[in-house]
């Protein structure tokens, strides 16, 4: 039923489209239309700081569809519901959020987007999530974890709109030659809060609340087997500094970059890190860094399949009271186990083990540990 209700949604809309175009005289072998139907879906069992134990279902549904007019043009739609639980939050306290499925139970939009495509130029206008092009390593998106997707000195520190919300923004990525590409971007301020459990999209860059700007140059070597992203981020709107001393503009530094260590044949080893530092006057979270491996098809199966080993590791702004007081810890480091297994070209298997390691200020609690499995199921059509 609810993939019945987003297809009539999105045929609606797709059809809207195509109506418009035709009476702008674009012609209908100018159009094509594509979509992919992705659940993913995991049970976990995860223990708390008070050492009890609770199982947990989190599940996404999103649905892509790409109307392309012509080779350059194409509007792209995002429809997305989100169901379950929060246990980050309500379990375990973790900060980072140990699941990017975890959203608690929403529906509507996801990204929508109108995108201008050359071979060297891409610009998109609309709702985006950053985390699409900004913030990427493509190694870290094989885990679990939400830090290794987009880190927390970014997502805690200011409203960056990342799933399950979007923001307005403006994007463009630029392929200078084979070795620098360089992207930037400018996004709403404020990104499109859920209204009551309704996704909204947001068609306003609006300078009340201020604007995002980044700036992420990549330099890719050695035949595009290290490739390194060194990004700058700056919020325009007012935060309040932490020693109760008025407000600041936000701003940061990152470094990312993926590197393929060997391949034979099928098999290749992948080496990853993140890091993100701000300024700690108005800043919760002052540093993160994480780290991994993943291992292609070193197990030698029928299938394909994908080992990682990450850490990822955030530091608290402990220097200010507020600070203190609002999360009671110095650090939170995770290590996560996972393997995934391509069962077919529409399912894969992914079980995973996480241990978080909370560094409490005025306690001494148990660390939490998650045992999940997760499935990924893809239709395109």
Known sequence: MIASLIS????????????????????????????????????????????????????????????????KHSLNLGLMIVHDNMPSALRVGDLQTFSNLEAGNLYGFNELYYQFKTENLTIKVGGQDINTDFFVTENGL???????????????????????????SVSANWNINKTLGLRVGV??????????????VSWT?????????????????????LITKVGAYHHSGFFPKKDAGGRGKFWGFYNISDLKLSEIG?????????????????????????????FVNVLRLQKENELGIGLAHASINTDFPSVRNQYDIHSETVLEINWKVQINNKIALQPYFQYINIKEIDTDLKEPVVFALRAYFNLEY
């Open 8 to 71: 009539n949604a999105r045929l609606t809309l797709i059809g809207f489209w195509a109506m418009c175009f035709t009476q702008l005289g674009l012609a209908q072998d100018t159009l094509k239309f594509e979509n992919q139907f992705e659940y993913t879906v995991e049970a976990l069992n995860v223990s708390t700081p008070f050492g009890e134990k609770h199982t947990e279902f989190l599940g996404k549904i999103l649905n892509q569809s790409t109307l392309s007019l012509g080779s």
């Open 142 to 168: 094989l885990f679990a974890h939400s830090s290794m997707g987009i880190d927390p000195v970014a997502t805690v520190n200011m409203p960056t709109p990342t799933y399950p919300f979007t923001g307005f």
């Open 266 to 294: 099928q098999e290749s080893i992948h080496f990853y890190y993140q890091i993100n530092a701000t300024s700690k006057a108005l800043s919760d979270l002052d540093l993160y860094y994480g780290l991994g491996f993943r």
């Open 187 to 200: 996004f709403d301020g404020q990104f499109a809060n859920a209204r009551n459990k309704f996704l909204p």
């Open 205 to 225: 860059l609006s300078g009340n609340q201020g604007f995002l700007y980044l700036l992420e140059p990549e330099v890719r070597l050695f035949k595009n087997r």
